[in-house]
């Protein structure tokens, strides 16, 4: 039986559509489970302490979705009445159906980010209330990184965890992209992990696990994190087949996410070539390319007659991008006239 992805398309819409490798569904159809809910899957459990020790933090919970571990760290740092100060083109606040207002009863205080994804810290500071009636408590600031493919500076993030020590703020990462950031900075994961109190990773984005999330963080707040998993439906049970998927994605698919990013700026250079430089803009998996929409959807046409599908002018690099379809994009493009 085989089971190896037949992608009839080169797909660049997202890294959220890669297919499991016959690799992959082998340890999981492998691998032991049991009841998570009881604390019973040893695979699941696997995955939680590697994702754990390899962040230097203590405890770690296997969740669905990153949409499911950025709500579940928002309701356990903050309460009712409470605010986090985040970014306006953030996950956390833009693309999750306002799960902590919602659910929650969380205020968002969006922040404009600045060009390079960070939020300047002197506007953060100055939107933290004072301790009024009049006012939510702010209670969390909220970053994202990888954001929108760039990766933010260490320093800036040590500046950021200088003003919540200062603050009494809690800090969380959105780190859906954590492994491209670690990659493409050449860090160790605890170094980056260290300035947060929670870290959400994605299993399913670059590293090309099927399904899942992990959210790591203090013991304490793991705990409470868990009984929120269980009220909004995500605790599972034989998971350990789907954790067998991410613990496979941390061994073998982080070092190679390097590729990814060489992949990204080829055809960066190649769209340079054909738009001009201030155009088309590189971080990491990620391409934006600023053209006019006319040109951009005769652009997507003719790729797609090649059967390379891409969606907004967002073009995201991952491993079922192979070097042979970088050749191929890169000639279309060449061959593009508008
Ligand atoms: C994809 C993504 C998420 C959410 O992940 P889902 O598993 O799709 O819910 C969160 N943050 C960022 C930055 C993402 O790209």
Known sequence: MKHE????MIDLRSDTVTQPSSAMRAAMAAADVGDDVYGEDPTVTRLEQTLAKMLGKPAALFVPSGTQSNLLALLTHCGRGDEYIVGQEAHTYRFEGGGAAVLGGIQPQPLTCEADGTL???????????DD???????????ENTISGRVLPLD????????????GLQLHLDGARFFNAIVEQNLEPEVLAASFNSVSV????????????????????????????KMVGGGMRQAGIIAAGGLYALEHNIKRLATDHQHAVRIATALREKFGDISIRQATNMVHLDIDMDVYRQLAAHLENADIRVGRPR?????DVAPGDVDLIESQISTFTR
């Open 5 to 8: 992805a037949k992608a009839p």
């Open 120 to 130: 300047d810290l002197d506007l953060v500071q100055s939107n933290i209330k004072p």
């Open 133 to 143: 009636f009049h006012f939510a408590k702010t209670r969390l600031l909220c970053l």
């Open 156 to 167: 800036y993030i040590k500046a950021a965890r200088n003003l919540c020590d200062k603050t």
């Open 202 to 229: 994605c299993l399913s984005k670059g590293l090309g696990a099927p399904v899942g999330s992990v959210l790591v963080g203090e013991i304490k707040f793991i705990n409470q994190a868990r009984r929120w998993r």
């Open 315 to 319: 073009w995201v690099f991952h491993l």
